[in-house]
T-cell receptor
Framework: AQSVTQLGSHVSVSEGALVLLRCNYS??????LFWYVQYPNQGLQLLLK??????LVKGINGFEAEFKKSETSFHLTKPSAHMSDAAEYFC????????????FGQGTTLQVKP | DTAVSQTPKYLVTQMGNDKSIKCEQN?????MYWYKQDSKKFLKIMFS???????INETVPNRFSPKSPDKAHLNLHINSLELGDSAVYFC???????????????FGSGTRLTVV
C-alpha cells in the first residue's frame, strides 16, 4: 500500500533561514506526490505537485520540492523563510488505483521566529 | 466566486443530535470528496463520489451518510452524533477520478464540528 511519512511533526526556523520539510513515500509504482499548506483555520491549498515530469518542481510562494526516486523522498524547501510561511504542511500521495483517494502524511507544523 | 464552499463553517451540537454539512463546487468537476481532520491534524478520506455515484466509503460508521443530489453538491449527514465525531470536515473536488493526480484537488475551507 502506498503511504507517506513526514519526518518531524514540528519544525522551527528563523526568518530568512532555509526551510526544509521532509517527506518520504512508499510506493511500488511511480507516484504522484503533492505538498499542501494549511494556514490557521483555513482549508488546504496546493503548493506544488510531482507528476513524473521534471524532478525539481517549483510551486507557489517560493517553495520547491525535488523528487528523488533513489531516496524515495520528496522534500519541500524554501531558501528564505518568511513569517507568513508559518502554517501546517502536508505531503500527500495519489495511489495508482483510480479512486481519486489522496493519502496524506501526518503533517508538519512550521514555526517561523522573528 | 468561491470554488468549493462548505456550510456551516462552525457547528456546535450536543451528543445524540443529527446534523448536516453542505458542500457545493462551481468548478464543473465530476468528483467530490469528504475528508476528516482529527485533533492531531491527521487527514483521512471518508467518501468520494463521481458524478453522483459513490466510489469510496472508507469504513466510515453508518451514522455518516453522504448524499449527492447532483455532481456539484455533496452533503454529509451525521446521525446520533458522538464526542469522537468532533473534528474538522473538509470537502474537496477534482475534475474527475483520474485527473486529481495531474491537476490536484480543490479543498473547501472546512467545517469545524464540536460535539458536547
Amino acid at each position: 500500500a502506498q503511504s507517506v511519512t513526514q519526518l518531524g511533526s514540528h519544525v522551527s526556523v528563523s526568518e530568512g533561514a532555509l526551510v526544509l520539510l521532509r517527506c518520504n513515500y512508499s510506493s511500488s509504482v511511480p507516484p504522484y506526490l503533492f505538498w499542501y499548506v494549511q494556514y490557521p483555520n483555513q482549508g488546504l491549498q496546493l503548493l506544488l505537485k510531482y507528476t513524473s515530469a521534471a524532478t525539481l518542481v517549483k510551486g507557489i510562494n517560493g517553495f520547491e520540492a525535488e523528487f528523488k526516486k533513489s531516496e524515495t523522498s520528496f522534500h519541500l524547501t524554501k531558501p528564505s523563510a518568511h513569517m507568513s510561511d508559518a502554517a501546517e504542511y502536508f505531503c500527500a500521495v495519489y495511489p495508482s488505483s483510480n479512486t481519486g483517494k489522496l493519502i496524506f502524511g501526518q503533517g508538519t507544523t512550521l514555526q517561523v521566529k522573528p | 466566486d468561491t470554488a468549493v464552499s462548505q456550510t456551516p463553517k462552525y457547528l456546535v451540537t450536543q451528543m445524540g443530535n443529527d446534523k448536516s454539512i453542505k458542500c457545493e463546487q462551481n468548478l464543473g468537476h465530476d468528483t467530490m470528496y469528504w475528508y476528516k481532520q482529527d485533533s492531531k491534524k491527521f487527514l483521512k478520506i471518508m467518501f468520494s463520489y463521481n458524478n453522483k455515484e459513490l466510489i469510496i466509503n472508507e469504513t466510515v460508521p453508518n451514522r455518516f451518510s453522504p448524499k449527492s443530489p447532483d455532481k456539484a453538491h455533496l452533503n454529509l449527514h451525521i446521525n446520533s452524533l458522538e464526542l469522537g465525531d468532533s473534528a474538522v470536515y473538509f470537502c474537496a473536488s477534482s475534475q474527475d477520478l483520474g485527473s486529481g493526480a495531474n491537476y490536484g484537488y480543490t479543498f473547501g475551507s472546512g467545517t469545524r464540528l464540536t460535539v458536547v
